[in-house]
């Protein structure tokens, strides 16, 4: 298995802009988590979602950000206009189950100038 | 309060030493315990799970303490590979949602 697959990798935008970032968990993983990690805040979860559904958004910084999931193979996080402080590295993480070992994704790097 | 807190260090220790690091977590029905390592610019991986009665890994040993609520991990013969990011993570309740919550991590560097 390829493990959990992220692009882009690094992402630099003007502020202002959309930002959609993605992700492929490991096939057969139902939980699929969206982080963001900061040298100030370190690693904070965003939203996770259970086979497809959103369970908990309540990580979500406001409402700039979305995310969806399609299918059991792909989401996405989109910053919708995206500022300066939106600046971090954002993970996707899949597992068997909210208390197993979660997989991370390599994060995309994102600078918002 | 948050619901993991780490020292964040950072530890400077020699090769050969032997480290230690603790965690403290706040919800006391917390069930499952972790401690991932994570390299500069790299993803967190899981290193090892903790468990009641303690576990050990090579050089590596976890301990818990339910009491107290804390876990520890502990490094003999540091190598310099060993040098990263340690989280502890533990599983929790918030909004009715199930999660691991992740500390911020204490950075290890082992010196030559």
């Known amino acids: 298995d390829a493990g959990v697959i992220q692009s882009p990798r690094h992402e630099v935008t003007e502020m202002g802009q959309e930002v959609t970032l993605r992700c492929k968990p490991i096939?057969?993983?139902?939980?699929l988590f969206w982080y963001r990690q900061t040298m100030m805040r370190g690693l904070e979860l965003l939203i996770y979602?259970?086979?497809?559904?959103?369970?908990?958004d309540s990580g979500m910084p406001e409402d700039r950000f979305s995310a969806k999931m399609p299918n059991a193979s792909f989401s996405t996080l989109k910053i919708q206009p995206s500022e300066p402080r939106d600046s971090a590295v954002y993970f996707c993480?899949?597992?068997?189950?909210?208390?197993?070992?979660?997989?991370f994704g390599p994060g995309t790097r994102l600078t918002v100038l | 309060r948050k619901e993991v807190e780490q020292d964040p260090g950072p530890f400077n220790v020699p090769e050969g030493a032997t480290v230690a690091f603790n965690c403290t977590y706040s919800?006391?029905?917390?069930?499952?315990f972790f401690w991932y390592r994570q390299d500069c610019r790299k993803e967190p991986k899981l290193l090892m799970s903790?468990?009641?009665s303690g576990n050990e890994d090579g050089r590596f040993t976890a301990q818990l303490n339910r009491a107290s609520q804390y876990i520890s991990l502990l490094i003999r013969d540091s190598k310099l590979s060993d040098s990263a990011t340690y989280l502890c993570?533990?599983?929790?309740?918030?909004?009715?949602?199930?999660?691991?919550?992740f500390g911020t991590g204490t950075r290890l560097t082992v010196i030559p």
């Open positions: 993480a899949s597992s068997q189950s909210p208390y197993n070992e979660q997989f």
């Open positions: 903790v468990y009641s």
């Open positions: 979602f259970n086979n497809n559904v959103p369970i908990d």
């Open positions: 096939s057969g993983h139902d939980y």
């Open positions: 993570v533990v599983s929790g309740v918030q909004t009715g949602a199930n999660n691991l919550f």
């Open positions: 919800n006391s029905a917390s069930q499952s």
